[in-house]
Nanobody, 119 residues
């Protein structure tokens, strides 16, 4: 069973920055691609960014140039650096461990962390 624990969410003003972290179980982290999704009320979860085990990355068009996903295999942690935040980035952000080709295929979910961007 993969366990994922997110942290780093909060309230920030438009144009500000946040860094989300997701700590994963040691037994599973190295073999999985990792991703961040987000969800707003009444909508399905959407992929924000993904990173493969060999550090290939994919991004949603809406966050390209503003968000950066990275992973630290020594710490079993994946990060999402979010710069230039906009009110439309407000959502619950979820970490996922899955697989990645040209798209990301989600499998295990974290509990989510709230990001709120005020205008």
């Amino acid at each position: 069973q993969v366990q994922l624990v997110e942290s780093g969410g909060g309230l920030v003003q438009t144009g500000g920055s946040l860094r989300l972290s997701c700590a994963a179980s040691e037994s599973t982290f190295l073999i999985h691609a990792m991703a961040w999704y987000r969800q707003t009320p009444g909508n399905s979860r959407e992929l924000v960014a993904g990173i493969s085990s060999d550090r290939r990355t994919i991004y949603a068009d809406s966050v390209k140039g503003r968000f950066t996903i990275s992973r630290d295999n020594a710490k079993n942690t994946v990060y999402l650096q979010m710069n230039g935040l906009k009110p439309e980035d407000t959502a619950v952000y979820y970490c996922n461990a899955g697989s990645m080709g040209t798209s990301f295929y989600p499998n295990y979910w974290g509990q989510g962390t709230q990001v709120t961007v005020s205008s």
